[in-house]
């Protein structure tokens, strides 16, 4: 079974940082792309960030520049560090495995306002 679990989300102030975590469990961790999705009130969910298994990064040009994805393969553990953050980018986010079925945790919840 695949479970995503992550946390680190807030209300936070505009030009303000968060710093997301997700561990996933249930499948080989290293071998998968993962990936930073986010679902804002009655938006589509959307995918801001990515990483693949050999470390390579791509973003959303809503958030590049300001978004960092990382992982750590040992921890089974990916991480987003956000900065500078809009209130735009108040959104539940969630971490998944690109490629790997439709399973989803039950997100975090960012809030950016003042």
């Known amino acids: 079974q695949v479970l995503y679990a992550e946390s680190g989300g807030g209300l936070v102030q505009p030009g303000g940082s968060l710093r997301l975590s997700c561990l996933a469990s249930?499948?080989?961790?290293?071998?998968?792309?993962m990936g930073w999705y986010r679902q804002a009130p009655g938006k589509q969910r959307e995918l801001v960030a990515a990483?693949?298994?050999?470390?390579?990064?791509n973003y959303a040009d809503s958030v590049k520049g300001r978004f960092s994805i990382s992982r750590d393969n040992g921890k089974n553990m990916v991480y987003l560090q956000m900065n500078s953050l809009k209130p735009e980018d108040t959104a539940v986010y969630y971490c998944?495995?690109?490629?790997?079925?439709?399973?989803w945790g039950q997100g975090t919840q960012v809030t950016v306002s003042s």
């Open positions: 249930g499948i080989i961790f290293p071998i998968y792309a």
């Open positions: 990483i693949t298994d050999a470390g390579n990064t």
């Open positions: 998944k495995a690109i490629t790997y079925g439709d399973y």
